[in-house]
């Protein structure tokens, strides 16, 4: 069955950085667009990103533009996202979905905790 | 950005209830519409995609209807499980948008 399965969350400082990863299994990786999306605590969806099948020419939402950067590794069947110059406003859980328009399947998210 | 708006922003309703969840986009999308249910503590479960259409496994129960900027999620027989939250999303042009969110609960 399709399994996405996120990794990387973790208490960082302001100005941090971090990478994201999500491990996908149950189907061809190389085959499907990828997408995050993130969800700040006791708040709704924010779509951030897309990527290809090929992993180029990603597109980002314009409040994470320049900081963040999505890139896969179809060979292991993974998708990362690296955030740099984390804010406060980042902490979320941040899920990978499969697809873009729009995901099927979404993976159980991982917790960005941006604190001092 | 396409701004999606949700109302209403919340629902109390019962066992049974047939509730019906409204979605307008602030320009027109065709039937690039998705709707995702959420429920507390748990990954985001996408339901129908191009407004209609309901994923696999994703019993009829729930339907889908509308185009261009108007768009509604029907449940026909509340139960539940169906208690959460929903999300309709727009897929037409990027950013691809959110709403707000619609909490039904008891």
């Known amino acids: 069955q399709v399994l996405l399965v996120e990794s990387g969350g973790d208490l960082v400082k302001p100005g941090g950085s971090l990478r994201l990863s999500c491990a996908a299994s149950?189907?061809?990786?190389?085959?499907?667009?990828m997408t995050w999306i993130r969800q700040a605590p006791g708040k709704g969806l924010e779509w951030i990103s897309v990527?290809?099948?090929?992993?180029?020419?990603?597109y980002y939402a314009d409040s994470v533009r320049g900081r963040i950067t999505t890139s896969r590794d179809n060979g292991k069947n993974s998708l990362y996202l690296q955030i740099n110059s984390l804010r406060p406003e980042d902490t979320a859980v941040y899920y990978c979905?499969?697809?873009?328009?729009?995901?099927?399947?979404w993976g159980q998210g991982t917790l960005v905790t941006v604190s001092s | 950005d396409i701004q999606m708006t949700q109302s209403p922003s919340s629902l109390s309703a019962s066992v049974g209830d047939r509730v019906t969840i409204t979605c307008r986009a602030s320009?027109?999308?065709?039937?690039?519409l998705a709707w995702l249910q959420q429920k507390p503590g748990e990954a985001p479960k996408s339901l129908i995609y191009?407004?209609?259409s309901l994923q696999g496994g994703v019993p009829p129960k729930f339907s889908g209807g509308g185009s261009g900027t108007d768009f509604t999620l029907t449940i026909s027989s509340l139960q539940p499980e169906d208690f959460a939250i929903y999300y309709c999303q727009q897929y037409h042009t990027y950013p691809f948008t959110f709403g707000p969110g619609t909490k039904v609960d008891i």
């Open positions: 320009q027109g999308i065709g039937d690039d």
């Open positions: 191009g407004a209609s």
């Open positions: 149950g189907f061809r990786f190389s085959d499907y667009y």
């Open positions: 990527i290809n099948h090929h992993g180029n020419s990603p």
């Open positions: 979905g499969r697809g873009s328009a729009p995901p099927d399947y």
